[in-house]
């Protein structure tokens, strides 16, 4: 998928799949659907043969199969050509019901299809494969570590098509968790000048560059996240928070609120989770990017979306 600067949605919020929720506990319904030839399933593994898979997951290794020939798809398949493993309903689209399936081991690659994770295809999918790939990735994410109640230590079984957990020992239902995260560009007028802030991280490649972003305190409104966050790794006071767009990012379960923020003047820097800072303009970025001294985020992260927002243009990006 191409990247539109002026298009502020960001590459893992499309979706066209109505997410169906009033089927999730209608067992007769999930089980004539399964039962349809026309079902289509999207089968996952917790990484390559190599990894740990699901006893120890890492949501950024979850693989589903894609196509490798002409536009990225996602190679789905009817339910008797599906994996054994937990199954999620995802939702439906004109009268077609879709599933997950959680496999247990690493996914067989038939003939132009390869194994791929959400980072890699993400951007690449269309909305409707993107939509459900992400859907389904946030989900097996979070029923594989969550088989046993963190109330009672008893083991849970799935509910609702793998919208919940319930415990068999005390009956306590879990629901998906999500955490809300927000992420940041901040500008400021320098000198008659647009500019725009950008961090490294000290255990980045010397040449990678983002805006800031930081988990939403307990008890902390989304714009005090976006002031605290940025104070405490720039040093920078800001104002006038406002907001553009947010992004699931099940890497394992965040959602990230996207904003852009003005800077107003400076402050104490308590946290050292960003070494360099660096201040460009427009043409400064262009140059700095095309010239290979600085690299961006990759068009599946909303901070990707942000950053050609405050450009008003493309700019490549890949990490």
Not at 51 to 73: A, D, Y
Not at 161 to 172: I, N, P, Y
Not at 291 to 308: D, F, K, M, N, W
Request: proline letters at 9%; charged letters at 25%.
């Amino acid at each position: 998928m191409a990247t539109d600067a002026t298009d502020p949605t960001p590459s893992l919020a499309r979706a066209t799949i109505d997410p169906a929720g009033h089927r999730r506990a209608d067992p007769e319904w999930l089980d004539r659907a399964w039962s349809d030839p026309s079902t289509r399933v999207l089968a996952l593994d917790g990484g390559p043969p190599d990894s740990r898979g699901w006893s120890t997951p890492s949501p950024r290794r979850t693989r589903s199969l894609v196509t490798t020939e002409g536009p990225c798809r996602l190679a789905l398949t009817a339910p008797e050509g599906a994996p054994e493993g937990e199954r999620y309903f995802l939702g439906a689209e004109n009268g077609t019901a879709y599933f997950g399936v959680r496999s247990p081991d690493p996914l067989k690659e038939p003939a132009g299809t390869a194994a791929a994770t959400l980072g890699e295809v993400g951007a690449l999918l269309g909305d409707r494969d993107t939509g459900l790939l992400t859907r389904a990735v946030a989900l097996a994410n979070w029923n594989a570590p969550h088989r046993f109640c963190p109330r009672c230590g008893g083991p849970t079984r799935l509910a609702t098509a793998g919208h919940l957990r319930v415990c068999e020992r005390d009956g306590d239902e879990q629901y998906p968790r999500t955490d809300p995260a927000v992420i940041m560009l901040v500008h400021r007028e320098n000198a008659g000048r647009e500019e725009v802030l950008l961090g490294n991280n000290p255990r980045w490649d010397a040449q990678r560059y983002s805006v800031l972003a930081g988990f939403v305190d307990a008890g902390e409104s989304l714009e005090q996240a976006v002031a605290r966050e940025v104070a405490e790794e720039a040093g920078i006071l800001v104002t006038d928070p406002r907001y553009l767009a947010s992004q699931p990012w099940p890497f394992p379960r965040s959602l990230m609120m996207g904003y852009t923020v003005r800077a107003v003047g400076e402050t104490e820097r308590t946290d050292d989770e960003i070494g360099e800072l660096r201040w460009f303009t427009r043409g400064e970025l262009a140059e700095a990017v095309h010239g290979g001294h600085v690299r961006l985020p990759g068009p599946v992260s909303i901070a990707h979306t942000l950053i050609e927002h405050w450009y008003g243009g493309e700019l490549p990006g890949g990490w």
